[in-house]
């Protein structure tokens, strides 16, 4: 069975995780692989993770099943946190929310729910998307298109295009849009755009799945699910995933949540029922820990306070290091404006360099950046954002 098997060619940033690792040059730098880290260069377990994982080691009384669906707290407090106390009142049975194996998991059972009850639906994703995005929804049988949504030339939204895009969506059509923090280029829609989506969902009926993996990470808790609270509160249907990876650093943990909002009470039900289903039939149910501490915290007003203080110190970290990175590139004399990085959300943004430029990073000053060119923000450190803003200069002479 196994002896005409070709092995695949290696992940691109698994490959520079590892060429990283390997250089013995004291003063290289990892831009790639997207996770958090400090100004250490760690990725540390959260202070409210810590103190909610003693009291669950100390109180946690069986690890016996809990249920296709996950644990019921924690499913009403990401649906809280993710959509406001208000509105979940407000949609109060139309929507239902399943404990998922990260956003990946979440992702990818919104993908096998659909492909279940609609086959071979169409999702629009927008051009670029998170490379991961593709897998997890094609290989689930959803037809995938693009929508056009950076422009690499000025840095910005080719909002025109993108629209011009969706008002050729149909009804029954799925479009994915990043709830924030765009991944790869930190590029998100504005609070005016959003309503205009949200417009022209209601005018055309299109479907709008959102997923939402750096919820705080951009301008704050409530400021990054904008666009996810007013589409579920103007249209019908909505499919929201949220990943608990970056904002409550548990990645490993696979910590996700898939929420469904339908237009009735019974289509909700009815869905519910089809996606524990497909999740029975895929992993049958979710790892508990990480939706345990996340339930733990939430419903917890010291753990919690903690945790959104720690969480706005991962913010503001990233955002000062999108101005430290401007001001230095500024003070190298490029003839370039790399202001944008500044107005750009999240962990990632596009430097804007050739692939031979970024070559010339890696294998003369050892920065490992993506051939894309879009670069971690939270790799950047006070002790390397010099020598990072002068290579950079080196590179684009
Ligand atoms: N969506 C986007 C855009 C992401 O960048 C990520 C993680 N990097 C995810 C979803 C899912 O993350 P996880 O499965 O680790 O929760």
Redesign the pocket.
Known sequence: MFDSLNPLPADPILGLMAAHRSDSNPRKIDLGV?VYKDEQGNTPVMRAVKSAEARLLADQTSKSYVSPAGLATFNTLIASLVLGDELTKTLGDRRVTFQTP????G?RLAAEFIQKVRPASKILVSDPT?A?HVPLLGEAGLQIETYPYYDHKNHGIRFDAMMERLSKAAAGDLVLL?GCCH?PCGADLSNEQWQAVAELAQTNGFTPFI?L?YQGLGDGLAEDSYGVRLLAEKLPELIVVS???KNFGL?RE?T?SLTVIAGSSEAARASASQIAATARAIYSMPPDHGASVVAEILADDTLNSDWELELTEVRERINGLRSALVTELDRQGIDRDFSFIEQEKGMFSFLGLSVDQVQTLINQYSIYLVDSSRINIAGINSSNIEYLAQSIAEAVK
Do not use: E, I, M, T
């Open positions: 997207g990260g956003g990946c998991g992702l998170w991961n990043h991944n997923d993996a990943s608990c990876s990645y696979r996700g």
